[in-house]
Each structure stands twice: as C-alpha cells, then as structure tokens.
C-alpha cells in the first residue's frame, strides 16, 4: 500500500490576541431594572388612581412617560454585558 505523502509546509496559525472580556459598568444594571420598575408602576398608578395631583394633570401623557421609562430600560439591557 502506498504511503500517503506528508505536508512539508508548516500550517499556518494566526497570533494570539489577548481576550479582552467588556464589563459593563457597575451602575448599569440598577438603573435598567429601576427604569422597567418605575415605567411600570407608573403606568399601574395612572390605571388604578387616576385622582392622584401629579398624575391626574398629565392625563394620557402618562403613558408615554411609563412607556418611555421602559423602553430606556430596555436600550439599556442591549449594553450589559
């Protein structure tokens, strides 16, 4: 049986980078789990007490507001790491 011919070239490897591991920052995750917190519980005072002082002026501007503060949470949970 023939033998099989064997590489006389070195196979080629790329040089090792160092693994640079991305941390986020330490405030990033509070800020996002309060910001869904709030944006939610806004919006839940706005539908059960709609007769509170600070709520009743904004009238439907409120959900924007809870709507808004949950979103910011959820753009910042695409930057925990």
């Known amino acids: 049986m023939p033998k099989s011919k064997t590489r006389k070239k070195a196979?080629?490897?790329?040089p090792q980078k160092a693994q640079t591991v991305k941390v986020s920052p330490?405030?990033?995750?509070?800020v996002m789990v309060?910001?869904?917190?709030?944006?939610?519980?806004?919006?839940a005072?706005?539908?059960i007490a709609p007769s509170v002082p600070g709520i009743s002026t904004l009238a439907?501007?409120?959900?924007?507001?809870g709507f808004g503060l949950i979103i910011v949470g959820v753009?910042?949970?695409t930057k925990w790491r």
């Open 60 to 65: 439907n501007w409120n959900l924007l507001i």
């Open 45 to 47: 005072i706005y539908y």
């Open 26 to 30: 330490r405030w990033l995750a509070p």
């Open 11 to 14: 196979v080629y490897t790329p």
């Open 75 to 77: 753009i910042l949970s």
């Open 34 to 43: 309060a910001c869904w917190i709030i944006g939610i519980a806004w919006i």
